[in-house]
């Protein structure tokens, strides 16, 4: 599902060159489909360092489209009978033990890293996470999730406020920018759903349609997305476990294609 939400990101680079843009231009304005703030950050740093502040912007545009807009997609692409379809955790179901999950996050960052040295410094961040989310070791739980997350929110919007003057947001560049990120968010949720039925179809039906929308990885948002609309059609359906599932997939996956894009574009010719 989160291969398929990443429509909006692979079909968008082709239509922002026809817009004009270069490809290096179009490949940072169509990882926006990714709904993921530090892929499309970096990939911009990358590739498109002239277009960072309208593209930054842009990409922070995505939660209000994914909170307004999704919805009605949803209910557009899935029938009420499908929305509605209750989800159950598979039997005698594996857990994995917190050194089983750092082991795999350690040996994919390291194999993800060699592949794409480019994207080494995103790799690596997404899965230092992902190891001291596990590690519980509290203190640097509590750092990441309080100071850093807040400073870092509160600096970066503040870089973006003293740089986003009145001459970059009326920027003929700017409109493009902001048509082509609604269409590549449009794109990845169209893809995301399609994913959905894939599975609903590979399972037999046991896998609810909705679920693809959190391969779009807006976390938790569209995991959230998704509940809440399958909960007004189904109150008994549970859904987020899934959800949250495809939104974590979705992060990866969207990483690996920004890691591809920069790898493969950073030495074109601006």
């Known amino acids: 599902m989160a291969l398929f939400a990443e429509l909006g990101s692979i079909m968008t680079m082709p239509i922002a060159t026809w817009f004009g843009f270069t490809t290096k231009q179009a490949a940072?304005?169509?990882?926006?489909?990714?709904?993921?703030?530090?892929?499309?950050?970096?990939?911009?740093?990358?590739?498109?360092?002239?277009?960072?502040?309208?593209?930054?912007?842009?990409?922070?545009?995505?939660?209000?489209?994914?909170?307004?807009?999704?919805?009605?997609?949803?209910?557009?692409?899935?029938?009420?009978?499908?929305?509605?379809?209750?989800?159950?955790?598979?039997?005698?179901?594996?857990?994995?033990?917190?050194?089983?999950?750092?082991?795999?996050?350690?040996?994919?960052c390291v194999v993800l890293s060699f592949l794409l040295p480019v994207a080494s410094p995103l790799i690596f961040s997404l899965f230092l996470g992902i190891v001291i989310r596990e590690s519980g070791i509290k203190a640097f739980q509590d750092l990441l999730s309080g100071p850093i997350l807040y400073c870092s929110t509160l600096f970066l919007g503040l870089m973006l406020g003293i740089l986003c003057d009145a001459n970059t947001l009326l920027d003929p560049k700017v409109l493009p920018l902001l048509l082509l990120g609604c269409?590549?968010?449009?794109?990845?949720?169209?893809?995301?759903?399609?994913?959905?039925?894939?599975?609903?179809?590979?399972?037999?039906?046991?896998?609810?349609?909705v679920v693809g929308i959190a391969g779009v990885s807006c976390v938790p948002t569209t995991a959230k997305l998704a509940q809440k609309i399958v909960s007004k059609d189904n109150?008994?359906?549970?859904?987020?476990?899934?959800?949250?599932?495809?939104?974590?997939?979705?992060?990866?996956?969207t990483a690996i294609i920004a890691g591809v894009m920069c790898s493969l574009l950073s030495k074109l010719p601006n």
Do not use: C, H
């Open 235 to 253: 109150p008994s359906a549970i859904i987020m476990p899934a959800a949250l599932g495809a939104n974590i997939s979705g992060v990866i996956t």
């Open 28 to 108: 940072a304005i169509a990882i926006v489909g990714g709904a993921d703030g530090p892929m499309v950050l970096f990939t911009s740093l990358k590739l498109a360092p002239d277009l960072f502040v309208p593209i930054a912007v842009v990409a922070y545009l995505y939660l209000g489209l994914t909170y307004g807009g999704y919805p009605y997609l949803i209910r557009l692409m899935v029938p009420k009978r499908l929305r509605s379809i209750p989800m159950y955790p598979p039997p005698n179901q594996r857990k994995y033990s917190a050194i089983e999950k750092m082991a795999i996050a350690s040996i994919t």
């Open 183 to 209: 269409v590549a968010l449009l794109l990845s949720g169209i893809g995301g759903l399609l994913g959905g039925y894939f599975m609903y179809w590979v399972s037999g039906g046991k896998i609810n349609p």
